[in-house]
């Protein structure tokens, strides 16, 4: 597994090599940004850049929070385009496919 992608190793430490409580942990956050790329694109398209943001913020959190380390880093650099007011298009597209790499690599760990 990618560890740019997934740092299950590192996060693992946060909740003291717990393995059932992190892979409830994925599963929660799986349930909950699944579709995060298209509520952010909504809130993006519907002008309410504060609320895109916030979304934004709050993946990004969760996502360094559970070693997800590219997510965390695409969500930063998409926070901070739209923070500029600056063409969100870019960063919006390595949004998504760092989401898509993470909720992947976040089920085959839950899966093993």
Do not use: P
């Not at 409580?21 to 909504?42: A, H, M, P, V, W």
């Not at 965390?72 to 500029?84: G, N, S, W, Y």
């Not at 998504?96 to 690599?105: E, G, H, I, K, P």
């Amino acid at each position: 597994m990618n560890e740019e992608v997934l740092d299950w190793k590192e996060a693992m430490t946060r909740v003291l090599n717990k393995r059932e409580l992190y892979s409830r942990l994925l599963g929660k956050f799986i349930d909950s940004e699944q579709d995060s790329g298209t509520r952010i694109s909504q809130a993006l398209s519907a002008g309410e850049t504060e609320r895109a943001r916030n979304l934004v913020h709050t993946t990004k959190g969760a996502a360094a929070n559970l070693g997800a380390k590219a997510l965390a880093a695409a969500a930063l650099e998409l926070e901070m385009a739209i923070k500029a007011s600056a063409d969100t298009t870019s960063a919006m597209a390595h949004f998504n496919s760092a989401l898509t790499d993470t909720l992947v690599a976040m089920q085959a760990f839950r899966a093993q």
